[in-house]
């Protein structure tokens, strides 16, 4: 069963390039990298003479712009990025018989009373989260067996390091000291536990939308204590501070995160905060032992 991963050279994308293995064909838009092929994803021309070319029965979309404040700044080129290139190739799918897992958030609700289940109502409260909401409304009108996957807070293995526990360690490891916010709330997701849930429910012909997610509730500051924990890093380089001292252009949606019981319900779960910690530990041990680098042992 052929799928095409549009935005392949990214975080979640390469873990699901990794999972669907010989079966997939990835793709970049900016960020070459071997095997890929190049596409930008708001060009429907191009996407359809590479679905023609692949005739995938599943399309991923994991590509967007995610940075949430520069989204905020930049509604325009958010809106065409995160809403008008999804659409696209959404349109293209429904054309040629393919079907379409995009890749939403948990900032679609308001965080005022999260963790949330697919059944609760949308209220997002930043520009980022508007346009991955308008996305999924389009997504699923185009074709309503279109699969959206809502996921929180990921974190894994990743180089260059962007996402929240890389990016940590890397700058305590370096002897920063750095700030937390104390008031933001959600359930961290292992990115390799999400990679494995979207295979699964596209296997399982899954249509809709889905929330993936670990099954920890935690502020952010919690949740950097453990990482501290796991590595053995110098909790005191880290200062919990309310999200309003923070600077943040976009406001955070304070208790969000996911409840992931549809999934778990199909057998489709993701690590806890101790397990998937443990499981980048020695995904960073065996990278760093490829590479044939000596480094303190986390």
């Not at 080129?77 to 939403?104: C, I, K, Q, T, Y």
């Not at 920063?176 to 008031?183: A, F, K, N, T, W």
């Not at 065996?286 to 986390?298: D, H, L, N, W, Y």
Request: charged share 25%; aromatic share 8%.
């Amino acid at each position: 069963m052929p799928v095409l991963v549009i935005g392949a050279s990214g975080f979640v994308g390469s873990a699901l390039l990794d999972v669907f293995g010989a079966e997939a064909v990835g793709t970049y838009c900016e960020r070459p990298r071997p095997g890929l092929r190049q596409l930008d994803m708001r060009d429907a021309r191009a996407v359809a003479k590479l679905v023609s070319e692949i005739a995938p029965s599943w399309i991923l979309i994991p590509a967007a712009q995610p940075h949430v404040d520069w989204c905020e700044e930049h509604e325009s080129e958010s809106r065409d990025v995160n809403v008008h290139g999804p659409a696209a190739v959404a349109g293209v799918a429904r054309e040629m018989g393919a079907r379409v897992l995009f890749f939403s958030t948990d900032y679609v609700f308001d965080g005022r009373e999260g963790p949330y289940d697919e059944s609760a109502k949308p209220a997002p409260i930043n520009v980022y989260g508007k346009h991955k909401l308008e996305a999924e409304e389009r997504l699923l009108d185009s074709n309503p067996r279109n699969l959206v996957v809502r996921i929180c807070g990921v974190y894994g293995y990743e180089r260059p390091p962007k996402n929240f526990v890389m990016t940590l360690i890397e700058r305590l490891r370096a002897g920063e000291q750095v700030r937390v916010p104390s008031d933001q709330w959600g359930t961290p997701t292992y990115v390799r536990d999400i990679a494995r849930a979207a295979k699964t429910l596209v296997e399982r012909d899954a249509a809709g939308v889905w929330h993936v997610a670990g099954p920890d509730f935690l502020p952010r500051y919690d949740f950097a204590r453990r990482v501290c924990a796991e590595f053995g890093l110098n909790e005191a380089q880290v200062y919990s501070v309310p999200s309003s001292r923070l600077g943040q252009r976009a406001k955070r949606p304070a208790y969000a995160g996911l409840r992931a019981h549809r999934a778990e319900a199909v057998g489709v779960s993701c690590r806890n905060v101790a397990d998937g910690l443990k499981a980048l530990a020695g995904e960073m041990a065996q990278e760093i032992a490829q590479r044939g680098t000596t480094v303190e042992k986390p």
